[in-house]
């Protein structure tokens, strides 16, 4: 058997010309796609009709990232979390990270690229505009796999909209760019974690202050906060009144007084979802 173009080569001394030569690059999105993120993606087709994700650094803080990402994915393994297998080595200390390809559109979105977020032509809003079981089931899997993510003793940082990759011909949601979690508890030795300020909890802005699985429950809860509410106001949430006692008690300021972990969440949101 011909070894896999992708997953059995260790390094190449320019990426894009590699790819174009096993197979079609039928996607690029660049550093000025993705908030500056210091990365190019490709997506590359192969003859035998698999397509496959490559992310290649090409700033050094872009590669500590994919540095960071490559341990947690080395930690963390679930069927929502779409997993890096391979690493590239490119050039000037740069890698490229191999991942199997997942249909859908990032719920952050990119297009009309004039437009808010609140545009109804945008991923986010015509994922809100979802039937609520299927908002659900798409938040149901987002508690799973942070279920695995605590279990792996990792955190949550960077969880945002555009970490939720959807499906909606498949109704099947993924999640990508996890690329900021790392392992905790630790303490904050910068001004500010990075991250949206629409998810991030309180801690994440505080030099000094503990990052814990506390900090991903708040992350959690504005998830399910966001993704059920109509609009950006947050004054139109689809869920039930025990669904929202529940995001109300993950969001608070003090972490001491929200849940004390993923599980302990994901309990309380799915009995309030039963009633």
């Known amino acids: 058997m011909s070894p896999h173009p992708l997953l059995d080569v260790d390094q190449v001394p320019d990426l894009e010309p590699r790819l174009r030569a096993v197979g079609e690059v039928f996607s690029v999105v660049g550093a000025l796609h993705t908030q500056d993120s210091g990365c190019v993606t490709y997506g590359v087709r192969l003859p035998d009709g698999t397509r496959w994700c490559v992310k290649e650094a090409t700033t050094g803080p872009a590669q500590r990232s994919l540095d960071r990402a490559w341990a947690f994915h080395r930690a963390v393994r679930h069927p929502v979390i779409v997993p890096h297998l391979h690493r590239i080595a490119v050039r000037d200390g740069r890698t490229a990270t191999v991942m199997p390809w997942r249909a859908g559109e990032s719920l952050y979105g990119a297009a009309p690229a004039a437009a808010h977020r609140s545009h109804p032509d945008r991923p986010l809003s015509r994922f809100r505009a979802l039937p609520v079981p299927r908002i659900l089931a798409a938040l149901d899997r987002v508690l799973d796999a942070h279920l695995a993510v605590e279990a792996a003793a990792q955190v949550a940082v960077d969880l945002y909209d555009g970490s939720f990759l959807y499906d909606f011909e498949g109704d099947e949601l993924h999640l990508i760019d996890l690329d900021e979690y790392r392992p905790g508890p630790f ?37 399910a906060r966001l993704l059920l509410d109509a609009g950006d106001d947050e004054r139109a949430f689809r869920g039930t009144a025990a669904q929202l006692t529940v995001v109300e008690r993950a969001t608070r300021a003090d972490p001491g007084e929200r849940f004390g972990g993923v599980r302990e969440l994901a309990a309380a949101w799915r009995a309030a979802s039963q009633t």
Do not use: H, K, N, Q
Request: aromatic share 8%.
């Open 187 to 223: 303490t904050l030795a910068a001004d500010r974690l990075p991250g949206s300020r629409r998810f991030m909890a309180p801690e994440e802005w505080r030099r000094g202050a503990v990052i814990d699985i506390r900090t991903t429950v708040y992350a959690l809860g504005r998830t």
